[in-house]
């Protein structure tokens, strides 16, 4: 359905698919919805029932972006696949100019989605009286949807924004902030940095108003706001906050999962959030693309250039990856998320990677090196495991940020991310080729097409400005 279409029926969705899905959902609703009668009982107006909403696994935990790792190096697509595929996602793994062709944008409509929810939310929050909104309970159901509010506009900003570059930030088109739930109000694009500022108020608000842990891995804390504090900063090339906010996060846990103890060879190798996999900080996977789904129908398969990049030892070769007999390459078996759908929560892996990163740009060789050698400690065999040591500072930010590739390969859209902001240092610019059906495609550095196409319905009824390509 179309997000204009959603917008018009927002209130009504939100009513009785939040009736449905409470239905289905885990039993910490059960009891609020005993004593709802019919739908107009079930438009939330109390606190039980804003944290019901929040509580939607299906809106705020089974939608995450994933369309920007088609785009990336980390994927290589045989052409009887690529024929197969559906027109997004071959114009996406291709950077067409036209990616959706008049179809719905499933990563705009999701996080959007999300958004509107959370604003649901908040603004429902102002309504209650003010000995309601200064409890506790009302303080961190305001923190939740302010994190959610922000992971929304986090994805979106990573595919249809420039990247973030000071100099330009205050001009560059951002995305519509949407911070009501009015859906008859029309919104701009507004700038890159009006997004970003609007994205840290909301998180360091929600660290203040968070507990430290929460019941659910599908709920935020503190810990997840400073989290996504850190990642935010480490895109916007600002590595003292990237660096002070990630420490943040890992002094509250700096659990790591230990690959050494997984069953690696299984077709299913990681412990469910639920089951026990404490490394993950927040849960939330993405909702599928069938070129790099983790299942046996999966039509990518990892570069070959980038799976050698593994060394023999590391366990993620086994744990990520599968070989597919018929031709001998290797396709993406497992993630965090633990079933078909990938990974794109934040997990403690890639905390200590912007840590690391971090803290080399800042000068802080042995502190990059003491979390580069914690992470690989828990990724090699032990009998492979020796600590990387390099006194050279431009060869332990290579190793970070190759580590950092190997680690998140297939998590949401982190190498799409990665891409875009590296390629500002030509040190590590990358110029990504392709060929299909015996035409070569090329992606230089900084293209213009490192910024998805807006939907032509948003462009039409909302009168928004197309992002070139």
Same mark, same amino acid.
């Given at each position: 359905?179309?997000?204009?279409?959603?917008?018009?029926?927002?209130?009504?969705?939100?009513?009785?698919?939040?009736?449905?899905?409470?239905?289905?959902?885990?039993?910490?609703?059960?009891?609020?919805?005993?004593?709802?009668?019919?739908?107009?009982?079930?438009?939330?107006?109390?606190?039980?029932?804003?944290?019901?909403?929040?509580?939607?696994?299906?809106?705020?935990?089974?939608?995450?972006?994933?369309?920007?790792?088609?785009?990336?190096?980390?994927?290589?697509?045989?052409?009887?696949?690529?024929?197969?595929?559906?027109?997004?996602?071959?114009?996406?793994?291709?950077?067409?100019?036209?990616?959706?062709?008049?179809?719905? +944008?499933?990563?705009?409509?999701?996080?959007?989605?999300?958004?509107?929810?959370?604003?649901?939310?908040?603004?429902?929050?102002?309504?209650?009286?003010?000995?309601?909104?200064?409890?506790?309970?009302?303080?961190?159901?305001?923190?939740?949807?302010?994190?959610?509010?922000?992971?929304?506009?986090?994805?979106?900003?990573?595919?249809?924004?420039?990247?973030?570059?000071?100099?330009? +930030?205050?001009?560059?088109?951002?995305?519509?902030?949407?911070?009501?739930?009015?859906?008859?109000?029309?919104?701009?694009?507004?700038?890159?940095?009006?997004?970003?500022?609007?994205?840290?108020?909301?998180?360091?608000?929600?660290?203040?108003?968070?507990?430290?842990?929460?019941?659910?891995?599908?709920?935020?804390?503190?810990?997840?706001?400073?989290?996504?504090?850190?990642?935010?900063?480490?895109?916007?090339?600002?590595?003292?906050?990237?660096?002070?906010?990630?420490?943040?996060?890992?002094?509250?846990?700096?659990?790591?999962?230990?690959?050494?103890?997984?069953? $690696?060879?299984?077709?299913?190798?990681?412990?469910?959030?639920?089951?026990?996999?404490?490394? $993950?900080?927040?849960?939330?996977?993405?909702?599928?693309?069938?070129?790099?789904?983790?299942?046996?129908?999966?039509?990518?398969?990892?570069?070959?250039?980038?799976?050698?990049?593994?060394?023999?030892?590391?366990?993620?070769?086994?744990?990520?990856?599968?070989?597919?007999?018929?031709?001998?390459?290797?396709?993406?078996?497992?993630?965090?998320?633990?079933?078909?759908?990938?990974?794109?929560?934040?997990?403690?892996?890639? $905390?200590?990677?912007?840590?690391?990163?971090?803290? $080399?740009?800042?000068?802080?060789?042995?502190?990059?090196?003491?979390?580069?050698?914690?992470?690989?400690?828990?990724?090699?065999?032990?009998?492979?495991?020796?600590?990387?040591?390099?006194?050279?500072?431009?060869?332990?930010?290579?190793?970070?940020?190759?580590?950092?590739?190997?680690?998140?390969?297939?998590?949401?859209?982190?190498?799409?991310?990665?891409?875009?902001?590296?390629?500002?240092?030509?040190?590590?610019?990358?110029?990504?080729?392709?060929?299909?059906?015996?035409?070569?495609?090329?992606?230089?550095?900084?293209?213009?097409?490192?910024?998805?196409?807006?939907?032509?319905?948003?462009?039409?009824?909302?009168?928004?400005?197309?992002?070139?390509?």
């Amino acid at each position: 359905m179309k997000y204009i279409l959603f917008k018009k029926y927002i209130h009504r969705i939100i009513c009785i698919g939040f009736l449905c899905t409470c239905l289905l959902s885990c039993k910490k609703q059960d009891d609020w919805l005993n004593i709802k009668n019919n739908k107009s009982d079930v438009s939330p107006q109390t606190l039980q029932d804003f944290q019901a909403v929040l509580d939607n696994s299906t809106i705020f935990n089974n939608s995450g972006s994933i369309i920007g790792l088609v785009g990336s190096d980390n994927l290589y697509v045989p052409d009887t696949n690529l024929d197969g595929e559906t027109p997004v996602n071959r114009n996406t793994y291709l950077w067409a100019k036209d990616i959706y062709q008049g179809t719905s +944008a499933q990563d705009w409509l999701s996080d959007y989605q999300q958004i509107e929810y959370a604003n649901v939310v908040l603004d429902g929050l102002n309504k209650l009286s003010s000995a309601e909104n200064l409890s506790l309970t009302a303080k961190l159901i305001k923190g939740e949807a302010l994190f959610f509010r922000a992971y929304g506009f986090y994805q979106l900003s990573q595919i249809y924004c420039r990247p973030y570059e000071k100099a330009s +930030a205050g001009s560059d088109p951002g995305i519509p902030l949407r911070v009501t739930s009015d859906v008859t109000r029309k919104v701009d694009r507004g700038t890159v940095q009006q997004c970003y500022d609007q994205m840290t108020n909301d998180l360091k608000l929600a660290v203040s108003l968070l507990p430290s842990t929460s019941l659910y891995k599908t709920r935020p804390n503190s810990n997840a706001a400073n989290a996504l504090l850190a990642k935010i900063y480490l895109s916007m090339g600002d590595y003292v906050n990237a660096y002070s906010f990630a420490d943040a996060a890992l002094k509250t846990d700096n659990t790591l999962l230990n690959f050494n103890s997984l069953k $690696i060879t299984s077709s299913d190798p990681f412990p469910s959030f639920a089951k026990g996999n404490p490394e $993950i900080i927040f849960y939330e996977y993405c909702y599928g693309l069938s070129v790099v789904f983790l299942n046996s129908t999966v039509t990518g398969r990892v570069a070959p250039d980038f799976y050698n990049s593994y060394v023999d030892g590391d366990l993620r070769k086994t744990a990520f990856y599968v070989q597919d007999g018929a031709t001998g390459l290797f396709k993406a078996k497992g993630s965090f998320s633990a079933k078909g759908g990938n990974f794109c929560g934040i997990a403690n892996g890639e $905390i200590y990677l912007i840590r690391a990163e971090s803290a $080399i740009r800042n000068g802080d060789l042995q502190s990059a090196t003491s979390d580069l050698n914690t992470l690989l400690q828990n990724r090699l065999t032990t009998a492979s495991y020796i600590p990387y040591s390099n006194n050279d500072p431009k060869a332990l930010l290579s190793k970070i940020l190759l580590e950092r590739r190997k680690e998140l390969a297939y998590t949401g859209n982190m190498r799409w991310e990665d891409l875009r902001r590296l390629n500002q240092d030509p040190q590590f610019a990358v110029t990504i080729k392709r060929t299909y059906q015996g035409t070569n495609y090329t992606l230089q550095p900084n293209d213009k097409r490192y910024v998805l196409p807006l939907p032509q319905d948003e462009l039409t009824l909302e009168n928004l400005t197309q992002n070139p390509r």
